[in-house]
């Protein structure tokens, strides 16, 4: 974790969201942001609250209902020498953008020899169990992280929920920043001062030797939990929070696998072809020898997001199923 | 006195269903915007000092001037928050109270009903952006505003280059008034619904100020018996029911059958009692419920709104030299 | 011409149906009763009103997210409509899907949705599977003024024309999308200016006024039945409640005069004042129309909360068509 000299007080994981970009932009005039519900209403989660107050229309910007006009902005933006950020308000709708991410932002400066420079970055919220159904629930961070030329993060905690977020604007690249909505409320220590996450560093979270759960997003407050109740049966989990999903920290993954031998990945998104999928053969090829049994994965089964509670409970994955899982991996 | 023009202009003329029944195109605001633009630059070159503009929630009248440098002083009523007639009827009135030497009125019938009701005897420059429309003409706005702005600078003696038009008003059985300028129908309906009366069989009965054959709409109805042009005094009241059938233009692109029972021409205020059930349309458009028991009186009355001949005033500012 | 007693009296019941479903659902969400996102159509009843009973039995409609009030004016079944509400196994949807989803085939109803303007590239291709089967059926596709803003829109509409479908364009301009006036989005006012761009007739209503609602619906439908193509209807209307839930007053984005304003001209109030003085329909009589329909509400509700919740088993189904791989 970055250090600073300051001491930290406790926001809330979207207040912090608030306070990094604020503070961006008091830094940078080039920095911007635009979405629809971002400016006057501050947002349907409140986290760009009291920023069109302080910067205005232009700075703070209401869009239309217009995803891929909201993308192409930030990139026709971007390309020219300003530093945007664009919300699209639920992770689902970046599907309706998806050219813009995908065959514009994404592979512009490879296509133009170089030449472009992309500091984009978009944020979006993701994550199921607010009984939001199949288009409000999605985490469709593995479609992102397939597309070379885009950055992918998510924050798991206030602190760098903050830092993340300045790294991203700060980064020159495409970047895409994902919230989880059910974070938004989480309480933590945020430093005062304007510091950066770096991008594609994971982070320890809780160091252990029985085995490594590699989570991200809400998933590791629900591993977490998980680790506590497998604490009680003798199982000491080391978790790594990889607050980056693309480009994946894969040494700090290869590094723990080496010390615990048992690799369990948790996502929120579907197991089929998620980022467990990725991480696990790459563990494979660089660390085979150290595994004392396959990887593990814990993720939600291959159907959309149910509606009804009792169904949406029984689909994401909760510190009950990662237990289940890392006693499955270790055999127990 | 300061030379000034008003400009009432209706946002919403010309979005009516008849867009649907009749393939009459509509008036977009782009549209209207423009128009109002080159009113103005018309008005300012005729020798407007001062402009007063209506406004409304879309804003047309700040857009049209956006960006125009205007040798003139410019200034809005403020924005009702609704649209409504009623607007452009509180408009004329403040015209007439601040006053405005002529009205630069950009709508329909309709429109101009509403103006009339605000200021009866206001001197306006008729520019149609409505549908079918009887009472305005299509002018250009360049010229409607540049004889407008001559109207209001050189105060020429109205009746010199004006018109006075007919007006019908019709009085209810609990004292309430209401106008219209070209004609006023009983239509077998209980609602006003969607406004326009496109649709033949409904007629009950009807009085028309204006009977010409060469427009469109119920006035052509009444002057296929009795032709009777804005300028001639009178009107023509129709009953409808068996009797004589005729094929007219009831709206833009759309013939319809009617059966006329029965007419007779209305001298100056003679009056024309219509009882209900039904509703009342006034210039075409569906307005008022007449219950069943309630009846209202009509008359037809030559003390109308000024309409501004575009012409005599050009010619007035050519000279003898054009 | 006069409006049959029969058709009168048919958009009045669905009217009311529509505003005691949804202020049924509004109180049961606030007592957290129903999971999930609740977007209330009350205020905007005439234009779905209006519309659906312009549209014969095997006509489709593709809907919002607001969507309830569209499956209510095609004749919804209330019970289950208030199990989906409820995620219940009886629901529409099985509880796989919920407020955001609600649909019955059956009746025609393609789909409330949560994705904005998804639903009209829908509506066209049923209006082209119509046209294509030259059965005479009409597709209607109702969106909001928010959702004119997003390219689907714009390709659908432009498709539409393109191709001579039989297909309605319902506007429901209720001012806002979400939090954000539409003055802030749009340099138009009118949704209806759009239409021209795409080559098709367009009107405005009073979205508030069931009679004018259901006047430009019979000629838009009759225009797409015999094969003249797509029209534009814009209902300028309003919503009562908040973007969802049911907050009424106190918004920061839009004014407690406004609303009371609009709430004037509440749509059935309206109505029922002009059937009372047309002797269609006493004041008595309406009330007994909304005492028998919220009575079925309720039952609705007993229905409901009686119904056992999904399966476990039952999120694996329905993901493809025959068995799951
Ligand atoms: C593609 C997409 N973008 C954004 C949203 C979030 N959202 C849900 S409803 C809504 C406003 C829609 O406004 P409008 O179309 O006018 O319908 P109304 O809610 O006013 O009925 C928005 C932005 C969404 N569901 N889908
Ligand atoms: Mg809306």
Redesign the interface.
Known sequence: MTVTEKEARTLTYGAAFNEGLRQVMEEDPDVFFAGEDVGKAGGVFGSFVGLNDAFGDLRAVDTPISEQAIVGLGIGAAVTGLRPVVDLMFMDFILVAMDQIANQAAKLKYMFGGKATLPLTITTSAGAGLSAAAQHSQSLEAILCHIPGLKVVMPSNPHDAKGLLVACIRDNNPTVYVKNKRLLGLKGDVPEDLYEVPIGVANVIRPGSSVTVVTYGRMVQESAKAADELAGEGVDCEIIDLRTVQPLDIDAVTTSARKTGNIVVVHEAVRFGGLGAEIASQVQEQAFDYLDAPVGRVGAPFTPVPFSPSLEAEYVPNADRIAEGIRETLGM | MTATVGVIAN??AG???????S?A??V???AKIGIIRRAVVGAVEGGAQRLLITDD??ALGLRAIDGLSLDAEVAFLDAP??DSGVNSQNAAAIFRDRGVGAVIVLGGDGTHRDVAKGWRTAPVVAVSTGTNNVFPRQVEATIAGQAAGIVASQQPPIHKVANQAKIIDVELDHGETEQALVDIALV????????AVW?G??LLEMVAAIAERATVGLSSIASRVAPTTRHQPGGVHVTFGEGERFRVPIAPGLFSEVEIASWRRLRANDFVEMSG?GVLSFDGERDL?L?SGRSALVTVSHDGLWVIDIEKVMSLECGEAC | MQLSEDVLLDMHHRMVRIRHFEEAAGRLAEESRLPGFLHLYVGEEAVAAGVCVALNDDDQISSTHRGHGHLVAKGGDFERMMAELMGKATGYCKGKGGSMHICDLDLGMLGANGIVGAGVPIAVGAGFANKYRDDGRVSVVFFGDGASNIGAFHEAANMAAALVLPVVFVCENNEYGEFTPRERTMAITDVVDRAAGYGMPGVIVDGMDVVAVHEAATEAVALARSGQGPSFIEAKTYRFYNHHGVQTLGMKYRSDEELAEWKKRDPIDLFEARLAESGVLTAEDAQAVHERVAGAVEQAIVFAEESPLPKAESLYEDVYSGVTP
């Not at chain 2, 077998?188 to 406004?195: K, L």
């Open positions: 946002p919403v979005k009516d269903i008849r867009r649907l029944v393939a195109s509509p977009s605001d782009m929630r879309r928050p609704y077998d309906e209980s609602f006003t619904g969607s406004r649709k069989q409904s059930p419920v219950a």
